[in-house]
């Protein structure tokens, strides 16, 4: 069974710039996660999708991120326009929670460097 | 303000011995709880979860859950080198969809 893909695995764009991360989740797994990690810092939580709807989108920072998935399986994650503490890694995770049980398993991440 | 605490270490150990990771948190209506992996540049590794109080075992892996005392620990047995990593506690709270994250405690197993 594959697990969590992302890609990029690295992105180094200019202030200003657009970006668009990607995930694609286990398959089968309806719940999908963003978390993003600042150097030195805790991973911290950015969304939540159950199949293609947002259930808590608390943890976006700003107006400047905007996530989609469309169909409930892969989802985007875009940032515009990127500022420099936009940097950091951003990881995605899947879980199949239907069953009661909330394991997330997690994608290898994006590195995001904002110049 | 929801948080987990951890130490962060780092935690040195020998090889063979007990490693000892403790997590503390903040909200008592909390539901499952988690230990991740992670080694420097990798992504978390999911290790145990645990839902209830007590005693969880997997190999040389023991999750411990109090919550009463709102405790959550990781012993890991027979520590190894390849054990040397950094360990997440996270914490999914009960009436919501959030798993927090502490800042995780490093390990280091020495030969």
């Known amino acids: 069974e594959a697990g969590v893909t992302q890609f990029p695995s690295h992105s180094v764009i200019e202030k200003g710039q657009t970006v668009t991360l990607r995930c694609d989740p286990i398959?089968?797994?309806?719940?999908l996660y963003w978390y993003r990690r600042v150097m030195g810092k805790e991973i911290k939580f950015l969304l939540h999708?159950?199949?293609?709807?947002?259930?808590?989108e608390s943890g976006m920072p700003n107006n400047r991120f905007l996530a989609e998935r469309t169909g409930g399986t892969y989802s985007t994650l875009k940032v515009q326009p990127a500022e420099l503490e936009d940097s950091g890694v951003y990881f995605c995770?899947?879980?199949?929670?239907?069953?009661?049980?909330?394991?997330?398993?997690f994608g290898p991440g994006t590195r995001l460097t904002v110049t | 303000q929801k948080e987990v605490e951890q130490n962060s270490g780092p935690l040195s150990v020998p090889e063979g011995a007990i490693a000892s990771l403790n997590c503390t948190y903040s909200?008592?209506?909390?539901?499952?709880f988690f230990w991740y992996r992670q080694y420097s540049g990798k992504s978390p590794e999911l290790i145990m979860s645990?839902?209830?109080?007590g005693d969880k075992e997997d190999g040389r892996f023991t999750a411990q859950l109090n919550k009463a005392s709102q405790y959550v620990s990781l012993l890991i047995r027979d520590s190894q080198p390849s054990d040397s990593a950094t360990y997440l506690c996270?914490?999914?709270?009960?009436?919501?969809?959030?798993?927090?994250f502490g800042a995780g405690t490093r390990l280091f197993v020495k030969a």
């Open positions: 995770a899947s879980s199949q929670e239907w069953t009661g049980r909330y394991e997330q398993y």
């Open positions: 398959s089968g797994h309806d719940n």
């Open positions: 999708f159950v199949k293609e709807s947002k259930q808590d």
């Open positions: 909200d008592r209506v909390s539901q499952s």
């Open positions: 645990i839902y209830s109080n």
């Open positions: 996270a914490v999914r709270y009960t009436g919501g969809f959030k798993t927090i």
